[in-house]
């Protein structure tokens, strides 16, 4: 078999081409080859824990290893796209501030050194712009014009499909939903400015609105009742759904998908965030706006990070 194969579908020729994405956590790497012709599919995914004993360099090296193998294993793969959480320089291939990920990673080239390693086109991505592609491609932002992403864990990022493509702005970085202001005066966020989305609406920022030790341990807790857990949810829903309004008010996207760890709290978050937004918006029927789960779970990142690669 050669790089790409042709099959004839109906008396069309469509030529059938594979894509290998990486996810790389601070915990796991998650790989995702997919098959695309009109529509991208999924083949074959398969996680790993990190290696991150020697920092940047352990990490980048079982990349490297983890991408090798899999060209061994599956034919006809003809680009590599990585997907990192944090600040890149996407143009560059380069990492800048990777906070969750141990290591030295200011200057960091990925890309070049996967080329050298598989010989084959790659591309990075950060790890909610990729969600936002793979939530889109495959997931329930399947046929939105206009999509916003918002990954919810550790914490708070995000990914804009405008007219059907990934927005990425002039340095790469558009899609910080996490680091917009929404309290003037509010507290530090990690990024260095004060009141972020992020720093109200991280996991360890839920759970302390909720008055519980953890995220999952809030959700029980609002379910069964608690006071204060509801009340959790409806602060953190609020400032979720102020950050969505902004964004549905400036660029009019049709769907809103929701993933990360914390998405796992489902309705309790969602319809708040529902609501805020039914309250704020009023240039857009806003019923007409989807707030949804993603559908693709553990694997979105590798698989946004496959389709950014054969983009
Ligand atoms: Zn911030």
Known sequence: MGPSTVTIISGTISAVSRHLGLDVGGTNLKWAVIERDAEPRLLKTGRLPTD???????????????????????????????????????????????????????GVQVTGEMTGAVKKPARLINDARAFALAEHGLG?????????????????????????????????????????????????????????????????????????????????????????AQQGFRDVGRYLGIGASNVVVLVSVDRIVIGGGVAAAGETLLEPIRQEIRRRVHVTDVERIRVVCGELGTWAGAIGAALHGSA
């Open 140 to 228: 329930s932002g399947r046929g939105a014009t206009s999509m916003l992403g918002i990954t919810l864990g550790t914490g708070v990022g995000g990914g804009l499909i405008l007219g059907g493509r990934l927005y990425l702005g002039h340095e790469g970085t558009a899609g910080e939903f996490g680091h917009q202001t929404i309290l003037p005066d509010g507290p530090r966020c990690n990024c260095g400015n004060q009141g972020c989305l992020e720093a109200l609406a991280r996991a360890d920022a839920i759970a302390a609105a909720c008055g519980q030790p953890s995220v999952e341990e809030s959700v029980v807790a609002a379910r069964a009742g608690d006071r204060r």
């Open 52 to 106: 991150t004993r020697g920092g940047e360099q352990s990490v980048v090296r079982q990349l490297l290893d983890v991408a090798q193998s899999i060209f061994s294993e599956v034919e006809g793969i003809e680009s590599v796209g990585v997907g990192m959480p944090g600040v890149l320089d996407p143009a560059a291939g380069v990492t800048r501030f990777i906070p969750n990920i141990p290591g030295q990673w200011d």
